[in-house]
């Protein structure tokens, strides 16, 4: 990998198989190490708030595009399949100094658990799923793809972007700023702004797939032997009650956190407390003490 910035941040382009991956180190000479993996049809973007306030708390914070989303390549026919995320992800974490912390949102969570119960050795020394476990409620995993497909055409300019994130997000107070919202959009020659993702990855196997997983998934899940923290949101209608007892039943070690405020975008909706839960678990984890910083969110 080559750096393009300075010391403390840099952006960079990973070759993995077939392709090149978008990843941002912070704190590159920090420990221990995070590897955060977002949801689909996010960016690495998703990731700015926590990875830079744990990067502030003492942690190296490795963030990444996965194939066919934000600045990494899209995928040649638009031939995308569940594995090649998960060959992705594995290849990123054998580059760390260290074996990871993945912290995995959705799809990123969905492929940590796969790797974490059928890989040995493991290259995680822990996870932190966020708002994801083996089985989904999918009215939620269906309203998600209903957002996904609903603007094929894409939006005249960044307000009427940010009206409809705006409406599919009721629960958050401010709308999306159009330099906030640059890095998700992506102008066509038509001059209209579409989502920083390959519109194949909906109408390939990855969507199809996914249903199928679950056997493999759960199976997954009871094979998992690393520490774990589940993070949910009370609000979220992708995983419930009844999925959050049937994953601390196969996973028994996990630590599981509701976040009263949130729904599925965690991250989005209580930043704060949720970058709050992951240092104090980082921190009880059997590393050296993080060190603590004016201005950074402590437990």
């Known amino acids: 990998m080559v750096a393009e910035t300075d010391s403390t941040s840099s952006s960079e382009r990973f070759r993995s198989a077939d392709l090149n991956l978008g990843v941002q180190t912070r704190n590159p000479g920090g420990s221990p190490c995070l590897l955060f993996a977002h949801g689909f049809g996010q960016t690495r973007g998703a990731w700015n708030g926590a990875a830079s306030a744990l990067a502030s708390a003492g942690c190296r914070c490795v963030t ?39 912290v995995g949102a959705s799809m990123g969570g969905l492929l940590g658990m796969v790797i974490a119960g059928e890989t040995r050795p493991v290259p995680f ?41 705006a409406a599919y997000l009721p629960q958050r107070r401010e709308r999306k700023s159009e330099q906030q919202l640059r890095p998700l959009l992506r102008e ?7 989502w920083h993702w390959d519109p194949a990855l909906l109408a390939g196997g990855v969507v199809g797939e996914s249903e199928r997983y ?27 009650r009844a999925t959050v007892e049937e994953f601390l039943h196969l996973v028994p070690q ?11 975008m965690l991250a989005g909706d209580a930043n704060d407390a949720f970058t709050r839960e992951v240092i104090h678990y980082v921190q009880s984890l059997d590393f050296p003490a993080m060190p603590r910083q004016a201005g950074v969110v402590q437990p």
């Open 64 to 102: 990444f595009d996965a194939r066919g989303h934000g600045e990494s390549d899209w995928v040649l026919h638009g031939d995308y399949r569940i594995d090649q995320f998960a060959d992705d992800m594995l290849r990123l974490a054998a580059t760390q100094p260290q074996p990871p912390i993945l």
């Open 125 to 165: 020394c822990a996870l932190v799923l966020v708002d994801i476990t083996p089985r989904w409620e999918t009215a939620g995993v269906e309203r998600i793809l209903g957002f996904m497909q609903a603007h094929p055409d894409g939006f005249a300019g960044y307000a009427e972007a940010a009206e409809q994130i």
């Open 188 to 194: 066509g020659s038509d001059g209209r702004l579409r």
């Open 214 to 240: 679950q056997p493999r998934l759960l199976a997954a899940a009871a094979k998992i032997e690393i520490p774990v923290l589940l993070l949910s949101g009370a609000r979220s209608d992708v995983v419930s």
């Open 254 to 264: 996990t630590q599981h956190v509701e976040l009263p405020q949130a729904t599925h």
